[in-house]
């Protein structure tokens, strides 16, 4: 029988914290605020956030570039011994990456019941007929994910009402 892995709540806080860092990055960039950070033998080995409008690439999410990164790192394609944090649950493009690198397990602080491909409106990572199945813990500083991403739509709704009064 396998052994079961040790979750360490404060580690984990610890990355969420740092994946929250790459979010106000996005956010001040006026990104969807969305960060991730890839660990390795505890250590960051990726750090990205969503550069979609700046890119012009509807593929540079966080997950996505923090991936690239970590294999860039690892000097391979395969992320077996890696955690994925991320301030969003992955959306399913991101979902079937992160099955294809093999990552072990993704922690996420924000669940998407809409889009979300980890167990919101479906679950990639865990699909039993994939080659490879991750560990997934939700809920990791939900709270301050949630708020990030609700001050971010907020702002943007205000800017766009003054835009469509010819405010700006």
């Known amino acids: 029988m396998a052994e079961e892995p040790i979750?360490?709540?404060q580690s984990d806080n610890y990355?969420?914290?740092?994946?929250?860092?790459q979010a106000v990055k996005a956010y001040d960039r006026e990104e969807v605020p969305i960060g991730a950070v890839i660990v390795r033998e505890g250590r960051i080995i990726a750090r990205a956030f969503n550069q979609v409008e700046t890119l012009k690439d509807a593929t540079a999410h966080a997950e996505m570039?923090?991936?690239?990164?970590?294999?860039?790192?690892?000097g391979d394609w395969r992320l077996n011994e890696c955690t994925l944090y991320v301030t969003k649950e992955p959306c399913p493009m991101c979902a079937g990456a992160i099955v294809h690198v093999r990552l072990s397990r993704v922690v996420f602080g924000?669940?998407?019941?809409?889009?979300?491909?980890?167990?919101?409106?479906?679950?990639?990572?865990?699909?039993?007929?994939?080659?490879?199945?991750?560990?997934?813990?939700?809920g990791v500083r939900e709270q301050e994910c949630r708020s990030l991403l609700q001050q971010f739509f907020s702002e943007q709704r205000a800017q766009a009402k003054l835009r469509s009064q010819g405010g700006e």
């Open 15 to 21: 990355f969420m914290g740092e994946a929250l860092r």
């Open 110 to 138: 924000l669940s998407d019941p809409k889009g979300g491909g980890a167990g919101g409106a479906m679950n990639l990572l865990q699909f039993p007929t994939l080659n490879h199945r991750a560990e997934i813990t939700h």
């Open 65 to 74: 570039l923090a991936i690239t990164q970590a294999e860039a790192a690892v």
């Open 7 to 9: 979750i360490d709540l």
